[in-house]
């Protein structure tokens, strides 16, 4: 008996010891092979897990969770001595860039960071992902155990989850027996919206800035707690081009060192080195370009990093395709390629670990001892607590550090809103940033007042530059000046106990007044807003401020409810102990107009641009709290539109718009908002008076009618003349009218199109318009700046008792240009009350 009991110990310890040495392969652990299948998210998960059990020399960390629910993670591999001090290693990282302090230690690793499949429908990326784990921690394999003695590895197998697994289970559910490579058949052909976006549609990979996702909020708070030397992002493209890995195309931002390109090179190279060996075709230098902040390679780059776009052909492809020149592209193909990039990436930077690591505290040394830029300190004014906190909030989310208040109160620097150089005087809650720090690179992209922009077409937006995006006054000092205070503690308005008010006052100037008025909404607590600026009780407000009175809300216990609303939200409000007021219409009048709860609709599906319509979306329910139903555009007209008092038209193709049925709703009361494209499709419809602005005609051209000779070389670069990518321009508001309530006499646009439309006629309104000299800073070709010199970009037209509010861009665009918030706040609870 104790024998045989022996005997099983022994064998127990044999199968251990053996089971020890050998990994699964995701093969194994999958149980199909590599592109026979996709594999589900929370496959991945589970093989990522499984890993973390059995290999030795591995860290699997979850750091956030999507907006359905599923986990983010990223598993840190290294050897058996540096997974031991992982932590030391980051701290050590952070201290060769100066965002800690304490004596740096020797032998430093450096950290590759390899992310993948930040666009759902690009799926190759983290079926990659999983070979890549495998061959890095697979005891047979010794190139990598040698890598791995210098380097340690950051594998993010999915960045958008819940994108992913809306194409996986779209195309998993539409395909046949065998996938058919037919370009044509439905499963190439996703339907809307896609899978390459998250759950409210924004493009992950155009918000590494700003961070409007929490994808991407815990994302880049993990990146920046390990500021990685090399940082891949992993795509796909169209499936008919070849795989493309940087150096990047042109135009860079000038702040990218010659190190960074360099290595880049060096990086591309030995990609190119193992394509060649198996035959396989790739470009370079082309289309992938590094200007804007916000995508996977930028950001990095702009924080020290060695920042890669690889992209294999793919999307679409399903399991396999036939290609433009007749091949068949295979998922196990599209695999192989990335999995290949991805180990290059690893085997390079460890041949040069110590040099990468150099360059890498080279850079922050520079950064902080001598930063980019003509201007060495930022002074952003304080005019409102709110919208200043919003910024910080910002800077400190990317790193960035900043303070209040300055010792010499007066300064002079250039006024980002007139464009002169000024003397100012500083007060103690403004907000300070000194450029002598860590991340000033980052720092001068996002404040530099015009980007410098080569004459040649880029992939995005070319201005961006936050004073003009958060509608705060701003100035660039040339001298270095620190900040008095680290922190100015904003004074907490005192919660208001015990009172009894004949009206409580808000003010209407940030988005935090506007989650303020949501909230009362939800409580049916009745609002109102003055049309017209007031001064009470030796106060003054402007027009817009909330008015919430007792008057039509005896029913609920008044001031509790209100005081306790504006407590919980650390919100300021003015108790008024009577409705004479000081100066202006008293709270009585007819001046005073009472918002109505609005039930508001949103129009999605086929045509309409997804990305625009989920920040509308996610605008309502993720940041101001505020119900949203979303319809249907095929429906539209068969949808009982009574129910609604707002109908939302965010971008789109508005193919075959009939608009008797919304025509009718308008006349009876409802307001309608159309944005971008969908002003465009207003027009010359019966009721609606917009119309659209051509260029006049250069009438000597005309005489001459000689054709002019094109050269077929120069294709690209004229069709950038009549091109806007993104570029700011100062409007003129009226904002005496409810739309423009909150802002002065002006607003800077983020101009997405060089659309601009014919002033409205007298009986409508033109609340923002431009004229010669608006353009401000961006990329706008010849003829697009010729056509954008006057005209309507925001206006509001009556009709019947309702109304129709045109925007012409989009002022919620990528959920980044935090002043146009309020604009559009306005338009859906301000205009036409
Ligand atoms: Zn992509």
């Known amino acids: 008996m104790l024998k045989r009991l022996f005997f099983i110990v022994i064998i127990a310890l044999c199968w251990q010891s053996v089971s020890a040495q050998h990994i699964q392969s995701p093969a194994e652990f999958l149980g199909y092979r ?25 860290k699997l960390q979850q750091f956030g969770t999507t907006n359905e629910g599923r986990p983010l993670i990223a598993m840190f591999i290294a050897s058996d001595d540096n997974i031991k001090r992982l932590e030391e290693i980051r701290q050590n990282n952070l201290r060769l860039a100066g965002m800690e302090n304490g004596a740096i230690m020797p032998n430093q690793p450096a950290i590759t960071w390899l992310s993948y499949n930040v666009h759902g429908n690009e799926p190759a990326s983290s079926e990659a992902a999983m070979w890549t784990l495998f061959d890095l921690v697979d005891p047979a394999n010794t190139a990598t155990k040698e890598w791995l003695k210098n380097s340690v590895v950051v594998i993010d197998p999915c960045l958008n989850p819940d994108g992913r697994d809306r194409y996986t289970n779209f195309y998993n559910s539409v395909r046949g027996m065998l ?49 990685p030397q090399v940082h891949v992002d992993f795509h796909e493209q169209g499936y008919n081009n070849p795989y493309y890995f940087a150096p990047a195309a042109e135009p860079y931002h000038k702040d990218i060192t010659q190190w960074q390109r360099d290595f880049q090179v060096t990086i591309g190279k030995n990609n190119a080195r193992h394509f060649d060996e198996n035959g396989w075709m790739y470009f370079t230098k082309q289309e992938f370009d590094l200007l804007y902040p916000s995508y996977g390679d930028t950001y990095p780059l702009y924080s020290g990093s060695i920042g890669m776009t690889y992209e294999q052909g793919g999307i679409g492809a399903g399991l396999a395709v036939v290609t433009r020149n007749g091949d068949t592209l295979t998922l196990a193909q599209r695999i192989a390629h990335h999995r290949t990039t991805g180990l290059s990436t690893v085997e390079i930077v460890s041949q040069n670990a110590t040099k990468v690591v150099d360059e890498f505290k080279k850079f922050y040394d520079n950064s902080r001892q001598n930063p980019p830029g003509v201007y060495k300190t930022y002074v952003i004014k304080n005019d409102n607590n709110e919208k200043v906190n919003e910024l910080a909030k910002m800077f400190a989310r990317n790193g960035i550090q900043y303070g209040y208040g300055l010792t010499n109160k007066s300064i002079t620097g250039y006024n980002y809103f007139t464009g002169a150089t000024e003397q100012y005087t500083v007060n103690p809650n403004d907000l300070v940033v000194n450029a002598y720090q860590p991340k000033s690179v980052l720092l001068h992209v996002l404040l530099e007042p015009k980007t410098f922009i080569p004459d040649s077409a880029t992939y995005d937006i070319t201005a961006w530059a936050l004073p003009y995006a958060y509608g705060l006054k701003a100035y660039g000092i040339k001298e270095s000046y620190k900040p008095l205070a680290s922190s100015w503690s904003v004074p907490k308005p005192q919660p208001l106990t015990n009172t009894r008010a004949y009206a409580y006052v808000s003010a209407w100037q940030s988005i935090a007044d506007v989650r303020f008025l949501s909230a009362l909404l939800k409580k049916k607590i009745k609002v109102r807003y003055a049309e017209m600026p007031f001064e009470a009780e030796g106060k003054k407000f402007t ?38 007021v000081d100066k202006g219409s008293d709270i009585g009048s007819d001046d005073v107009r009472f918002i109505r709860q609005p039930r508001v609709a949103l129009v999605t599906g086929d045509g309409i641009n997804s990305e625009a319509m989920g920040e509308v979306w996610h605008f309502f329910e993720q940041q101001i709290g505020y119900p949203v139903s979303l319809i249907r555009y095929q429906d539209i007209n068969r949808t009982k539109l009574n129910d609604f008092d707002v109908i939302i038209m965010p971008d789109g193709r508005y193919n075959d718009l009939s608009s008797d049925n919304l025509q009718s709703w308008i006349r009876d009361g409802g307001k309608l908002i159309a944005i971008e494209n969908a002003v465009a499709a207003l027009v010359d419809k019966k009721g609606f008076n917009i119309k659209k602005k051509e260029n006049k005609k250069d009438d000597k051209a005309d005489a001459k009618s000689k054709p002019v000779i094109k050269i077929y070389a120069d294709r690209n670069r004229d069709a950038i003349r009549s091109s806007i990518p993104g570029a700011i321009f100062k409007l003129n508001m009226d904002n005496t009218h409810p739309l423009a309530f909150g802002f002065p006499n002006y607003y800077y646009s983020l101009k997405l199109s060089d659309d601009i439309y014919e002033l409205l006629g007298e009986d409508d309104w033109n609340v923002g318009t431009i004229e010669k000299n608006s353009y401000v800073a961006g990329f706008a070709g010849v003829q697009s700046k010729q056509k954008l010199n006057s005209g309507l970009l925001l206006g509001v037209q009556s009709l019947g008792r309702g109304s129709v509010v045109y925007l012409v861009d989009d002022p919620l665009f990528r959920s980044f240009w935090e002043n146009g918030k309020l604009l559009f706040s306005n338009a859906v609870f301000m205009v036409g009350q």
């Open 34 to 58: 590599a592109g026979e299948k996709f594999t589900p998210h929370y496959r991945v998960v589970e093989y990522f897990k499984y890993v973390a059990g059995v290999a030795g020399n591995v």
């Open 543 to 580: 027009a817009g401020s909330l008015l919430i009175t007792r008057a039509g809300n005896e029913k609920i216990d008044f001031d509790r409810v209100v005081t306790q609303t504006a407590a919980d939200m650390g919100h300021e409000i003015t108790p008024l102990s009577s409705g004479f």
């Open 179 to 227: 996938p058919d490579a037919s370009p044509t058949s439905r499963e190439h052909l996703e339907p809307w919206p896609g899978g390459r976006v998250n759950h409210y549609y924004f493009d992950l990979n155009r918000d590494w800035a700003w961070q409007a996702q929490k994808e991407t909020q815990a994302r880049v708070a993990l990146f920046n707690q390990w500021l």
